[in-house]
């Protein structure tokens, strides 16, 4: 699966040169000029990097980064900012940035950086999130909305098994093959009752739909827009 860039910046020939030369080194890229709908693309995508300018129309960039960081979102981020004083640079920093490049930049060296943040971040991450669905890595925990919620072993393994292949459509064999360690359980059935268990305890009102099921084929974990 291609690594996932997002980058924000009102500049519109900063996003056409990025975008275009990051998408010929194999990132799939997203591009946006403001920071209005980046928290429905982390909640629906698995970005794996931010390219975040401060000087937005709105918002000031770094001040959204601090917000998204407060909120739990983790992934990381470098800003690309014509705010260059040393202040500046550590104000950005303060507030959640990762790495910092200057405007006008070298686009060989964002590149390098790009590629250096994403190869150290596979190493430190510790949590993955979908929608308000938290996994801590460390802890091996989940929590909904900022609530811890108990699962069982294997519903704790279906659930991040989910998440790691979110908005894919997962077979019963392949869900048996990743999550039941038991071979006298690895009934196609056995999924469907352990499906059904663990969305009652992560959606009970059934309103947040996490986990459809696609007749004949299996299974998909997918969050939706919130509706208004």
């Not at 038991?182 to 309103?207: F, G, H, M, S, Y």
Request: charged share 35%; net charge negative; aromatic share 8%.
């Amino acid at each position: 699966m291609k690594e996932m860039i997002l980058i924000v910046d009102d500049e519109e020939d900063i996003l056409d040169i990025l975008e275009y030369n990051l998408s010929k080194e194999g990132y799939e890229v997203i591009a946006c000029s403001s920071t209005k709908n980046i928290r429905d693309i982390l909640d629906e995508e698995d970005v794996s990097l931010i390219l975040m300018d401060r000087n937005l129309p709105g918002e000031e960039g770094s001040e959204f980064i601090e917000k998204l960081r407060k909120e739990g979102y983790d992934t990381p981020v470098i800003y690309i900012s014509a705010k260059e004083r040393n202040d500046e640079i550590l104000e950005g920093f303060a507030r959640g940035g990762d790495d910092y490049i200057t405007k006008p930049f070298d686009l060989n060296i964002l590149k390098a950086r790009v590629q250096a943040l994403l190869k150290r971040s596979k190493k430190e991450t510790s949590f993955l999130k979908a929608g308000d669905i938290l996994y801590d890595a460390l802890s091996k925990s989940f929590s909904i909305a900022g609530e811890s919620i108990a699962l069982t072993k294997l519903e704790h393994d279906l659930l991040l098994t989910f998440l790691r292949h979110k908005e894919e459509l997962l077979s019963r064999e392949f869900l048996l093959d990743e999550v039941w360690e038991d071979a006298q359980n690895r009934q196609p059935k056995t999924v469907n009752v352990a499906i059904k268990r663990l969305k009652e305890k992560i959606d009970p009102t059934a309103e947040k739909e996490y986990i459809t099921s696609v007749r004949g084929e299996g299974y998909i974990f997918s969050v939706k827009k919130a509706k208004g």
